[in-house]
């Protein structure tokens, strides 16, 4: 007889959740993973085949609130239909007829665990894989959708846009890195070009031609510069996919070999990329302010075809590897000289200039098609104020002379061998040794600082995946409990009842991993918000299932 009623009670719950999993699924999947993805710019299609990757994520999230529903419904009609009163009756206890609710709560446990640690991970690369492989198109339809971008601190609208061709037309673009010093570039056209770095990085390099920018004459002041280009130096841009690689999507074997070795995770190596190239700049700069205040010529800079000699009276570098800036005096002007086989070409001076380097995933060299090679610090010169420029003839006849407002030349790159001796250093920024850069030691500050933030995400996933994949159990349990303490027409609020704790030890593990991803409190606090709310459910269960005993 108890087994017969066991397997009643077991088809009741079986059903329900089973019904309840998929609508609640449904909900989830629908409101909280695809519309946020539509909104960040993937198509319709692209939406529906992610729909198979994020199902795991969402029954994860929602096979335990499946579960208490169907405990919490099931046994309040067994109980309220008098059935309950029976069994005790026939020499039942009420304890072993929530054997099948317990088993349940087991299963629900231990599947929520397989979930997080092993499936779910798995699906979420394949997603991640899925989005990347479709960064292009992403780019394209946010552009085309929403109208502009706003990524690295430049915003980029475009009145059409060929992917086929990679060609923007009608581009208008504001260059915002610099709050107080915007320009505002419009241009023609622009190729686009789509790349990947070793770490699997992705760029965007724009290269815009014919560009029209205009920019401030002076700082402070509503006066500009209009000037036309025939290119526009542009950092390329990282693309950040919708679904960025979080602690979260690691399986529990990595999760536990990336906490041993944090410094192996895609943030931080980004973060040591960027911090090399911004070195490479600042070194390249300071060497040039160094020659120009001895009086000599920087000479360091060159491109396929050209040296470039730069002389100055005074040099100013602003920011760390940002840019530099060029001053003339009465005798002493801003002067480029362009050499080539060790014979001058060409001579520009002004009243003052800029030196801007740049990181280009796709190096513009004045060619439609662009460099070939990739990954390349360039610098841009950028001369104004009474700009003149000698063309060098072969006769002094043949030698030439105009005037402009501004020339520019975004060809050179930074000396190789600055780029090297700062690779070299690379262990360093982890593990800086006394005989180490001084740069090394500021940029480990900057990097251990990442490094601890990242531990502690680290160590509260790992937390709150065991602490949630518990609570299960004793959610289950909890509303087998109430279903049968609420009888008659309280099963509604019997599965509201079981909901508030439900609720009460998420926002606890919610609380307590924000406290441990927390640098400046610790981690000991976050820990104890996670277990705490597991604590208080079991305490509840505790005094449940003892008037259950009482009864």
């Given at each position: 007889m108890v087994r017969t009623l066991h397997l009643y009670l077991a088809r009741d719950l079986a059903r329900i959740a089973v019904l309840a999993l998929g609508a609640f699924t449904l909900v989830m999947t629908v409101f909280a993973v695809m519309e946020p993805l539509r909104k960040q710019g993937l198509s319709t299609e692209?939406?529906?085949?992610?729909?198979?990757?994020?199902?795991?994520?969402?029954?994860?999230?929602?096979?335990?609130?499946?579960?208490?529903?169907?405990?919490?419904?099931?046994?309040?009609?067994?109980?309220?239909?008098?059935?309950?009163?029976?069994a005790n009756a026939s020499g039942i206890s009420t304890l072993r007829l929530l054997r099948p609710a317990l088993m349940l709560g087991v299963v629900i446990s231990v599947g929520t665990l397989a979930l997080s640690n092993f499936v779910t991970p798995r699906m979420a690369a394949m997603a991640s894989m899925a989005v990347e492989s479709n960064i292009k198109e992403i780019f394209y339809n946010r552009l085309r959708t929403q109208g502009y971008l706003d990524h690295g601190g430049y915003i980029i609208h475009a009145q059409h846009t060929d992917p086929d061709q990679n060609l923007l037309q009608g581009v208008v673009m504001v260059n915002a890195k610099k709050k107080d010093d915007m320009e505002l570039v419009s241009a023609g056209r622009a190729r686009i070009f789509f790349d990947t770095n070793e770490q699997g990085e992705y760029f965007a390099t724009v290269h815009l031609h014919d560009a029209v920018a205009v920019r401030p004459s002076q700082r402070h002041t509503r006066e500009s510069t209009v000037v036309q280009q025939s290119?526009?130096?542009?950092d390329s841009v990282p693309l950040r996919p919708p679904m960025e690689e979080e602690p979260s999507w690691y399986d529990w074997s990595r999760l536990l070999d990336m906490l041993a070795h944090p410094e192996q995770n895609q943030s931080i190596q980004r973060s040591v990329n960027v911090a090399l190239r911004r070195l490479s700049h600042d070194s390249m700069l300071r060497e040039l302010k160094a020659a120009v205040e001895s009086g000599r010529a920087y000479d360091r800079l060159k491109d396929r075809e050209y040296t470039y000699l730069v002389r100055a009276a005074k040099a100013a570098v602003s920011g760390y590897g940002s840019h530099a800036r060029l001053f003339g005096t009465g005798a002493q002007r801003v002067e480029v000289e362009l050499r080539k086989d060790d014979r001058v070409v060409r001579t520009v001076r002004a009243d003052g200039g800029w030196v801007l380097p740049t990181w280009s995933a796709r190096p513009y060299q004045g060619v439609y098609e662009g460099d070939a090679s990739k990954g390349k610090s360039m610098v841009t010169l950028r001369l104004e104020g009474h700009v003149t420029v000698e063309e060098a003839g072969s006769t002094p006849v043949a030698a030439r002379t105009h005037r402009c407002e501004e020339w520019a030349v975004g060809s050179p790159e930074v000396p190789q061998d600055l780029v090297d001796s700062i690779l070299a250093h690379q262990d360093a920024m982890f593990h800086p040794g006394p005989n180490s850069p001084a740069w090394t030691k500021k940029v480990s500050e900057y990097l251990a600082k990442k490094l601890s933030e990242l531990r502690n995400d680290l160590l509260a996933e790992l937390h709150v995946r065991v602490a949630y994949g518990v609570s299960c159990f004793l959610m289950v349990a909890m509303g087998a409990?109430?279903?049968?303490?609420?009888?008659?027409?309280?099963?509604?609020t019997a599965f509201t009842l079981s909901v508030v704790p439900a609720f009460v030890v998420i926002v606890m593990l919610?609380?307590?991993k924000q406290i441990v991803r927390n640098p400046d409190i610790d981690t000991g606090f976050g820990l104890l918000a996670i277990w705490g709310g597991i604590g208080l459910l079991g305490l509840a269960n505790v005094v449940l299932y003892w008037r259950l005993v009482r009864r």
């Open positions: 692209q939406v529906i085949s992610l729909f198979g990757f994020t199902l795991p994520t969402m029954v994860s999230l929602t096979l335990p609130v499946a579960a208490l529903f169907a405990t919490t419904i099931v046994y309040g009609r067994f109980s309220q239909e008098n059935e309950l009163l029976a290119f526009f130096p542009l409990a109430l279903g049968v303490l609420f009888r008659g027409g309280q099963m509604i919610v609380m307590g």
